[in-house]
């Protein structure tokens, strides 16, 4: 189906942070899968993974125990708030999972009227029909029959709507993602997500995060909420660099918040193999040591800097720079589809974002040299948009 607005590129292998291209070049990917090949491509600790449980044993239906499952549950929950945990193949069913769990709750607790899901504008959470109806960009939703009942976005920052919802006897959830992604790699202030979660409990409401692409390690922490302590949530969805590239999703939740989740609400049949387990498991451990968080922090710290100089310097081309680690947001003022073909020819692969944002999605194993490889080529392609702005 034509749904993909496709690069005329393709590539036929990687390593790292670079990308090989089927007609011979390298590129410094900062597109990473969009936040997904965490680790970069072919790392070989999940390499490994793959081929020893590839040679092991794939799939098993979940009617029976599946150790590697358990294990890799074991050690999410060791590392959050949550005590249990649903696997799934995508960031969509993760957060399918969380919507569900968080309107069985309200039932298990005898309140079915509790159905109201509260999410923010310019959020992204897939794309079912309970994730597009619960994310605020009306151009997924339309053409699609009518909205699901019980979905309304906030305006992101407008607290006296966000308390008055809370407030609503019919409230069942806020789903939120700590940095937004898609939207253009907005962060959430951390006070504001403590506030969040005291209203949350204050109310009997739900606080879900959607931490797909802002999770693993993404902002210098395992966790994004991990910045904000008291704001952790009581049910979270994560994917995308769980897996390293390959395809995992969790949803995972206090036992409190998890209690509608009985035998045989909900399931999957892919979701937890022993394969995704092995290889979610060797991405999990490789990420959440001091080498890669601490990694993230410095070289974003650089970023950071390095991105302010260069807006600084060409402030016709780049006017804001925003984000949280290796979530980087360039709000530009030309036209972002352009630019990242500027980047492209600079041998460099960025991200789209909403509010005209390029992102940098780097491995989070990007080295400094590697970042100061990316800025250099930045700056080539902003010394280009700035003679498209100037013939124009
Ligand atoms: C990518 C993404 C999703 C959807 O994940 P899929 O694996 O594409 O289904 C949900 N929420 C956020 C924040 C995402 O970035």
Not at 295 to 317: C, E, H, I, S, W
Request: glycine share 12%; charged share 20%.
């Amino acid at each position: 189906m034509g749904v993909y607005n496709r690069a005329p590129l393709a590539f036929d292998r990687g390593r790292g942070a670079r990308l090989f291209s089927t007609d011979g070049e390298e590129y410094l990917d900062c597109v990473g899968g969009i936040a997904t090949d965490g680790l970069g491509h072919a790392h070989p600790v999940l390499v490994e993974a793959l081929k020893t449980q590839g040679e092991k044993l794939w799939h098993v239906s979940n009617i029976f125990r599946i150790p590697e499952q358990e294990e890799l549950a074991d050690k999410l929950c060791a590392h959050s708030f949550a005590d249990v945990v649903f696997f799934t193949n995508s960031g969509t069913e993760a957060i399918e999972c969380a919507l569900k769990t968080a309107r069985k709750y309200h039932t298990a607790n005898g309140q079915p009227e509790r159905t109201e899901i509260f999410g923010f504008d310019g959020s992204f959470h897939g794309r079912s029909y309970a994730a597009v109806n619960a994310s605020g960009n009306p151009s997924y939703v339309e053409g699609f029959g009518p909205r699901l009942p019980g979905y309304s976005q906030l305006k992101f920052g407008d607290h006296d709507a966000l308390k008055a919802a809370v407030a609503l006897p019919t409230t069942a959830a806020i789903i939120v993602e700590p940095v937004q992604g898609e939207g253009g790699a907005r962060a959430i202030p951390e006070h504001c997500l403590v506030s969040l979660r005291a209203l949350c409990d204050e109310h009997g409401v739900l606080l879900i995060y959607d931490e797909v692409q802002c999770g693993m390690g993404r902002t210098g922490k395992l966790f994004a909420y991990e910045w904000a302590p008291g704001g952790e949530p009581h049910i979270m969805a994560v994917a995308k660099a769980l897996g390293g590239g390959f395809p995992v999703g969790a949803c995972l939740a206090t036992t409190e918040a998890a209690k509608g989740m009985t035998v045989g609400v909900h399931g999957s049949t892919f979701g937890g193999n022993p394969l995704a387990m092995a290889i979610g498991k060797a991405a999990l451990e490789t990420i959440n040591t001091p080498e890669i968080l601490d990694n993230v922090k410095t070289v974003a710290g650089y970023f950071v800097q390095q991105l302010n100089g260069l807006k600084d310097r060409f402030p016709d081309v780049i006017v804001d720079i925003r984000g949280k680690g290796f979530l980087i947001g360039i709000k530009l003022v030309a036209n972002n589809r352009e630019f990242m073909v500027l980047a492209r020819e600079e041998k460099l692969l960025v991200a789209g974002g909403g509010d005209n944002c390029v992102r940098l999605l780097p491995p989070l194993n990007l080295t400094l040299e590697e970042a100061s490889e990316a800025i250099a080529k930045l700056e080539k392609a902003c010394e280009a948009a700035r003679a498209k702005l100037t013939a124009a």
